[in-house]
């Protein structure tokens, strides 16, 4: 794949992130979810998951992408009811499909709008 391809893959989770709506994202059929917060979730768990934090979204801005290999690295913005956080993503891309997701970011601000839900 070339970069603009592997951009695309990650441009299309973290909008569907933000919106609320995945339909667009290519996951792969065993996509993993991991994070320093998160054990590994695999599959539809993971995506199921994912898709939990949508009451939280309200909208996401891309800053940045690195792309090496199969593996892009993300620099976003996800707004919450409480605020903004700033989120690096590490993804793998596999064959068109998202394989991978690896987010770090300071769980304060979407801690602070699952309290208020």
């Known amino acids: 794949m070339n970069r603009d391809e592997m951009v695309s893959v990650a441009e ?6 933000g919106s609320g709506d995945f339909s667009d994202v290519p996951f792969a ?8 917060l998160t054990p590994r979730l695999q599959g539809r ?3 199921d998951f994912l898709s939990g934090l949508f009451p939280l979204m309200r909208g996401s801005e891309i ?3 690195i792309v090496e290999g ?8 996800l707004h919450t009811p409480n605020g903004k956080t700033h989120v690096f993503d590490k993804f793998r891309v596999v064959q068109g499909k ?3 997701i690896n ?15």
């Open 103 to 117: 987010p770090y970011y300071d769980p304060t601000v979407l801690n602070e709008a699952v309290r208020s839900l």
């Open 70 to 77: 199969e593996y892009i690295a993300s620099l976003f913005i």
């Open 45 to 47: 768990e993971a995506i």
């Open 63 to 65: 800053l940045q992408h």
């Open 29 to 36: 059929e065993d996509v993993s979810y991991e994070s320093p």
């Open 12 to 17: 299309s989770y973290i909008t569907g992130l």
């Open 98 to 100: 998202l394989k991978e």
